[in-house]
């Protein structure tokens, strides 16, 4: 299995086009360009897990749970692969959130209360752990855990690089 969106390749081509027509271009619009060819497809994708995610709790409600939780595995897989397997950070940044998505309501169990964001979304994955084991395939998730850990790690890594810098900390903002 492998991630590769070519969006990088897309974007380069893209540049390449633009110099050879216009001449060479600074740096905020070589970043303008690779940005605007790498974020609407992600978006979509990132559509794609909700729709996926609903259709595996249609699937759990109707007692179909393995056909469920195969579409759930197969969003964590595609959220693996985009985060280990990326040539730009945009495919990075979308992964976190795919990983998460799966694990939303499994048989269709209501959302916990909000009690903020990081401790509902740590209580929703610990509801899929728990799911997952209740229905025996604690193989599974013990290997869901472990991405959404490594996950984590990556998203606090990258909070601390956001940290570290005020530039990029206003450019996250905007």
Sequence with gaps: EQWDDYGLDESEGVLRLGENAFGKT???????????????????????????????????????????????????????????????????????????????????????????RQERGKLIQARFISYLKQIRQSEKAKWVQAELKAGQKLRDELQKRVQKSPLLEQLAFV
């Excluded at 409600?61 to 959220?79: M, P, S, T, Y």
């Excluded at 040539?87 to 209360?113: C, D, F, N, Y």
């Design 26 to 116: 600074n740096g905020l619009t070589k970043s303008c360009l690779f940005g605007m060819r790498l974020e609407p497809h992600l978006v979509h994708i990132r559509r794609l897990a909700h729709i996926a995610t609903y259709k595996a709790v249609e699937s759990e409600q109707n007692g179909k749970l393995v056909e469920g939780l195969e579409i759930r595995l197969a969003l964590v897989r595609c959220a693996k692969l985009m985060r280990e397997q990326q040539r730009s950070k945009m495919p990075l940044l979308v992964s976190l959130p795919i990983a998460h998505i799966a694990t939303i309501r499994p048989k269709g169990e209501p959302l916990p209360e909000a009690v903020g």
